[in-house]
């Protein structure tokens, strides 16, 4: 049994053709009805897939559909077709493939990352340990926290947040510079080479040209 998604109203929107310089490629099949999504802030409920061919980002609202259902997508960048299974943490490509879906998990705080030019608004997870930020690139291994931007001057790997519990269970976050060509500033001023800071709930770090505030996960 296959559920078709229904296309976003408006489609994809305008400046996202402009910010990545590539209209969207929608092939239509009779009885697939491609679903398109803005790489666009989100609501915390929507489930966020890639795209397993051109690693395109897609968001939908899970909630709409029932679970154990099939998806059907069609990549808006790119035209590949695959099939999501609602419940599940992989999906299958049209080669056989598994890819695995990544779960967002918002219980141990999260970054908000800042809308400007170069990428939208995104919330990203942290997760306990040390958490690697930096801008995605699909060919990027060990980045946790992938923020989704064409930031010329943030780093593959950046920062890093790591958040460790005390003896109470407390979650305790420290910011430290990865290190970066272009280094990491907390309330606009410059981390040192190998300093180490605390931070708390409303933290705003700069890196690059892109700002992020730490939302800690007792806020
Ligand atoms: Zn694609």
Redesign the pocket.
């Known amino acids: 049994m296959t559920y078709l998604l229904p296309k976003t109203p408006g489609g994809v929107p305008e400046k996202q053709s402009l910010l990545f310089g590539k209209a969207p490629v929608i092939k239509r099949k009779i009885g697939i009805k491609p679903y398109l999504c803005a790489r666009n802030s989100r609501p915390k409920e929507m489930k966020r897939i890639f795209?397993p061919?051109?690693?395109?980002q897609m968001a939908f609202d899970e909630t709409r559909f029932p679970q154990g259902k099939v998806l059907a997508f069609v990549?808006p960048?790119?035209?590949?077709q695959f099939k999501i299974r609602l419940g599940r943490k992989v999906v299958r490509t049209k080669d056989g493939e598994l890819e695995e879906v990544k779960e967002a998990d918002f219980s141990k705080g999260y970054i908000s990352v800042i809308e400007n030019s170069f990428g939208y608004k995104q919330e990203l997870p942290l997760v306990e340990g040390d958490n690697v930020i930096g801008r995605r690139n699909k060919d990027t291994d060990g980045v946790d926290v992938p923020i989704i931007t064409s930031d010329p001057s943030m780093g593959r790997k950046h920062c890093v947040i790591q958040v460790k519990a005390d003896t109470e269970g407390k979650y305790i976050y420290s910011l430290r510079d990865f290190p970066s060509l272009t280094g990491t500033f907390l309330f606009n001023t410059l981390l040192g080479k190998n300093e180490r800071v605390n931070i708390e709930t409303g933290a705003i770090v700069t890196i690059g040209a892109t700002t992020f505030i730490l939302h800690t996960a007792d806020e």
């Open positions: 795209c061919k051109c690693d395109n990549c960048q790119c035209g590949h």
